[in-house]
């Protein structure tokens, strides 16, 4: 596989990683992969523990925290938590993202012969 | 910038803190599965099926944790930290080579260190004097002499015509008498200098005042600055030494200044005749002989760029003065280039830069058959471990990850040769300034941060270069290769042995340049020191005396005074003959002089002019030292003031000026200041004589004058002893009986002849030896080279030659087998050699031209040692092959 693809892919997987923590809280690492599936974006991950990498990729640039904790049924488990950091770097990451898939949308969607504006 | 820090802080911690993490993931991992399960059963799956559907899911949990752990540590790192681990042990396992070849490294990387460290003390360091840059030295050129200096009237118009450029100040080097602060007379080394000198230089006294410029005027310049050894030795760092009066060539002089120390002075300052830092600096204040002359002067011109000025504009500047000094002064101006180098340039000068680049480069050619050594003795290992590379690449490690072993072991070698030789380095520094300097510019070979540099730049070359070979080697095979053939009957296919015979024709080659190299340097130094000099150095003792004493008087008094002084000394049992004269022929010093062919008329002076080397000497001068009488008289005691002037020339100045003529009768003439004129009949012809310099000055004209005739301030006093072997033992009854005959006298360095001259060869001696050592090692290196892979060669054929044996060949058909490929190698690599020998013969010529001549039987001589090593590096080994039992040797296949 070409290793600028995978790029994109990574930096999206860390992306919706972010989102999912912003809108459903803290999470352990199963969470967040059976949430990331079920909405759909499991073409981003080979399987689920590619997860782990982007987490601990994550937590170095300090945008999410991590703590042990209980879970539902009572067991230990690692949960996650976005910081104010990731918050900041996730609004400026999907605006960027839009305005990029915005362009390539306007590119790829112009009729041919005609220059997009 | 801070994000990529911390980021690189946090994964250096991970590296650190790896079985914590390691589990801590373990356990979230165990978390995750257990959960996916949980679901999975929810969803109503049996818990077989479950647990698959959760594996499947999660995806190959070893592939994760290298994920994990890849994206929480540092790879590279962590990888080399292994890969180092894995060549440590197996450096240790084989302690025997790797203690030779670190040995190896360390001398290979510590003597081309040590020579760089040369370079830099003598070049690379910055001279002292604050602004460096802004100084430089200003070079008289004339097609008699290149770099020459000036005559004290150009210095008066060039320092005029250039104040809006640069700040120019002069230097003579001088020898005067300092009259008792404690004891006898002594001559001391003298700079006389312009006032604004120490201004120019931005040197300040330590105590005191430098001088003022009404006294650079004779006879107003009765001030002088004294050094800073000097005060320590002769005044015991008293500060009252300032304002104290003592006798200067018997004036009354005042102490002004106390100067700092000023090692770099005597580092920028030529023709010092003394092997000693200056001890005073006084006023210039020219004599009136030195006066209203264009050419043959001696003032040595320093100037500093005004701010904002550049070397090319001031030069521009010089070129315009020259011409302008050429137009008013045709007269020994007419040729004259006026041209400007950075004072830090002049600091290592011509002979001694290719010297020290040649001694640079050797080091380095010794340190590259090392590194031919160990890149075949790795070669060899990683041929021994050829089935494991197979195995590895055959399992998917990349290139990248073969190749990494190899270099990780070659720079765990360098790394530990480097370090240890820094105690080469160290070690040599101190030896290597006693040869090289003398205590007049005494030399700091000390390493530095430049020369550490250098050593850990040279180490990472080396490791390349000897990683190179083996990697090559290793990233070109397909993994099928070693596993398809037997590894232990193999000699390695063509490619490494061609890899194999082009290390040891490099080798040869190598070895051939370096015993070359020494053989025409020692030969060259040899015939320096061995040649038909035209006199006799070996029974002569020398003296130098300051003949400034009003008791002593001048002219015809001068004459009488030597004429008695020979006849006491006469009188010492052992002594031959006595004679004075004013420069010790072993070089020729500040006495070379303008002079003219006879025109006719004594007052039209338009005759050639040449310049010569003007020697005033006693009567006994050439019997004393040796020099031949060609033809003509001698000088005898009916030459004196009153009598005609009379002169003795050198036989190519003869045969150069009066070609076809006879030169007994001619006349040749000199300016003698004040509009006169001095004409000289030549009344005889002598032998050339040499100086012992390696690079001769280019003036090759002698003219002797009579003492008599000419008086001279400062005279050297020769003795022949009756043999060789007396001379050091008349140093003592000399001392005593010069003292006897005048106790006022100042003496200066009562010596035999000979060991002024070791003094002198001192540094070619020296260099002798370290080319020697680089031609002894780099010899032996190649010749253990040759062994090794020789010897490896049979140990892997011993099976093929059991077999030729068995068939019926004989021990000379197996030798014969050894030595042909090996002598070809060994002959290709002569070949290559010779031809890098000749380069290198040029390069030194170039430089010197004593190295010229007569190398060939140089060439010829290390071609046959070299062979001869090669010989016996081969013949060991062989001898082993032919005592192969073919029975055992087949039974072991």
New interface residues.
């Given amino acids: 596989m070409p290793k600028e693809k995978l790029d994109l892919l990574q930096g999206t997987l860390d992306l919706f990683v972010l989102q999912t923590l912003a809108t459903m809280g803290a999470m352990?690492?199963?969470?967040i992969?059976?949430r990331i599936e079920q909405v759909g974006a499991d073409a981003l991950m080979?399987?689920?523990?590619?997860i782990?990498?982007a987490l601990?990729?994550l937590?170095?640039?300090?945008w999410i925290d991590a703590e042990w904790g209980t879970?539902d049924?009572n067991?230990?488990?690692?949960y996650y938590e976005i910081t104010a950091r990731g918050r900041k770097r996730l609004i400026a990451e999907t605006e960027n993202w839009q305005r990029v898939s915005g362009v390539v949308h306007r590119i790829l969607g112009a009729p041919a012969g005609e220059l997009p504006s | 910038m801070i994000a990529i820090f911390q980021r690189f802080v946090c994964r250096l911690r991970a590296v650190f803190n790896k079985p914590a993490l390691d589990a801590d993931f373990s356990e979230e991992l165990a978390q995750h599965l257990e959960a996916a399960i949980a679901d999975n059963i929810r969803a109503g799956m049996t818990p077989d099926e479950a647990r698959r559907k959760a594996h499947i899911g999660l995806g190959g949990v070893e592939q994760i944790r290298e994920l994990h752990r890849e994206a929480r540590g540092l790879p590279s790192l962590e990888n080399l930290a292994r890969d180092i681990r894995f060549s440590m042990r197996m450096l240790c396992k084989s302690p025997g080579v790797t203690v030779v070849a670190v040995a190896t490294l360390a001398l290979g990387i510590g003597m081309n260190t040590a020579m760089f460290s040369m370079l830099n003390g003598l070049l690379l360091r910055p001279l002292s004097f604050s602004q460096v840059g802004e100084l430089f030295r200003l070079d008289r050129n004339t097609p008699d002499e290149s770099r020459g200096n000036h005559a004290a009237d150009n210095f008066f118009d060039i320092r005029a015509a250039s104040v809006d450029v640069a700040e120019i100040a002069g230097l003579m080097s001088w020898g005067m008498s300092l009259d008792p602060v404690d004891g006898a007379p002594e001559i001391v080394p003298v700079a006389r200098v312009t006032a604004n000198f120490f201004d120019v230089l931005r040197v300040a006294p330590l105590y005191g005042r430098t001088f003022r410029a009404e006294e650079e005027v004779l006879r107003q310049n009765d001030v002088i600055a004294i050094s800073h050894e000097y005060w320590l030795k002769r005044f015991g760092g008293r500060k009252d030494a300032v304002g104290s009066m003592v006798r200067l060539d018997k004036r009354s002089v005042e102490i002004v200044a106390v100067m700092p120390p000023l090692a770099d002075v005597n580092r920028i300052a030529t023709g010092q005749n003394f092997p000693e830092p200056f001890a005073i600096y006084t006023p210039v204040g020219f004599f009136e002989y030195e006066r209203n002359m264009r050419d043959g002067g001696s003032v040595q011109i320093f100037g500093r760029l005004l701010p904002g000025v550049g070397l090319g504009q001031a030069q521009a500047r010089f070129n315009t003065i020259a011409a302008d000094l050429a137009r008013r002064f045709p007269d020994g101006n007419r040729d004259a280039v006026e041209a400007v180098r950075t004072l830090q340039s002049t600091v290592l000068r011509g002979s001694d830069r290719t010297i020290t680049f040649l001694l640079i480069g050797l080091s380095g050619f010794v340190l590259l058959i090392a590194c031919a050594n160990l890149a075949n003795l790795l070669l060899a290992r990683s041929m021994a471990r050829a089935r494991e590379f197979s195995i590895c690449a055959a399992l998917g490690a990349s290139r990248a990850q073969l190749i990494r072993p190899i270099v990780a072991e070659c720079l765990l070698l360098t790394g530990t040769g480097m370090a240890a030789s820094l105690f080469v380095v160290f070690g040599t520094s101190r030896w290597l300034a006693h040869r090289f300097g003398n205590p007049s510019v005494a030399v700091d070979f000390s390493p530095d941060a430049r020369v550490l540099a250098f050593a850990c730049a040279t180490a990472l070359v080396t490791a390349l270069l000897f990683a190179l070979a083996p990697a090559w080697w290793v990233s070109r095979r397909s993994p099928t290769d070693a596993l398809k053939s037997d590894s232990r009957s193999m000699t390695g296919d063509r490619s490494q042995r061609g890899i194999r015979e082009w290390l040891i024709v490099g080798q040869f080659a190598l070895a051939l340049l370096l015993l070359a190299g020494a053989g025409v340097f020692i030969r060259g130094i040899e015939r320096l020191r061995h040649h038909d000099l035209g006199w006799q150095p070996e029974p002569l003792v020398t003296a130098t005396l300051n003949m400034q004493d009003e008791r002593v008087g001048w002219g015809p008094a001068r004459a009488q005074f030597h004429a008695g002084l020979r006849e006491k000394l006469l009188a010492i049992a052992g002594v031959d003959n006595a004679a004075v004269s004013n420069h010790s022929p072993t070089l020729y010093s500040n006495t070379k002089h303008e002079f003219r062919l006879w025109n006719g008329d004594p007052r039209d002076t338009g005759g050639d002019s040449f310049m010569a080397y003007q020697s005033v000497v006693s009567p006994s001068y050439f019997d004393t030292v040796g020099i031949r009488l060609l033809r003509g008289r001698n000088f005898n005691e009916h030459d004196h003031t009153r009598s005609r002037w009379v002169a003795l020339i050198g036989e190519t100045m003869a045969g150069q000026m009066f070609p076809g003529q006879d030169p007994i009768g001619q006349r040749i003439g000199y300016f003698a200041g004040a509009g006169n004129w001095v004409w000289l009949e030549i009344v005889g012809l002598v032998a050339d004589t040499r100086p012992i310099e390696a690079r001769p000055s280019d003036i090759r004209y002698e003219v002797y004058q009579p003492y008599a005739q000419r008086t001279w301030e400062v005279m050297t006093l020769l003795v022949r002893a009756k043999t060789p072997e007396l001379a050091p033992a008349l140093v003592e009854p000399i001392r005593r009986t010069v003292t006897d005959f005048n106790p006022n006298l100042a003496m200066y360095r009562v010596l035999p002849m000979a060991t002024l001259i070791e003094e002198q060869t001192q540094v070619w001696e020296t260099i002798n030896q370290l080319l020697l050592l680089f031609a002894g090692l780099g010899l032996s290196l190649a010749g253990l080279g040759v062994y090794a892979v020789v010897a490896r060669t049979i140990a892997q054929r011993t099976g093929e030659f059991g077999i030729r044996m068995a068939l019926g060949a004989q021990a000379r058909d197996i030798l014969g087998l050894v030595f042909g490929a090996n002598l070809r190698t060994a002959l290709l690599g002569a070949g290559v050699g010779v031809i890098g020998a000749l380069v290198l013969a040029r390069y030194l010529a170039s430089a010197l031209p004593v190295f010229a001549e007569g190398n060939g039987p140089v060439l010829v001589a290390a071609v046959g040692v070299l062979l001869l090593v090669a010989l016996v590096a081969c013949l060991l080994p062989a001898r082993r092959a032919t005592r192969i039992d073919p029975v055992e040797a087949l039974r072991t296949e």
């Fill in positions: 352990h690492g199963y969470g992969a059976r080979l399987n689920q523990g590619t782990y990498a601990v990729r937590q170095q640039g300090k879970s049924n067991r230990k488990a690692k």
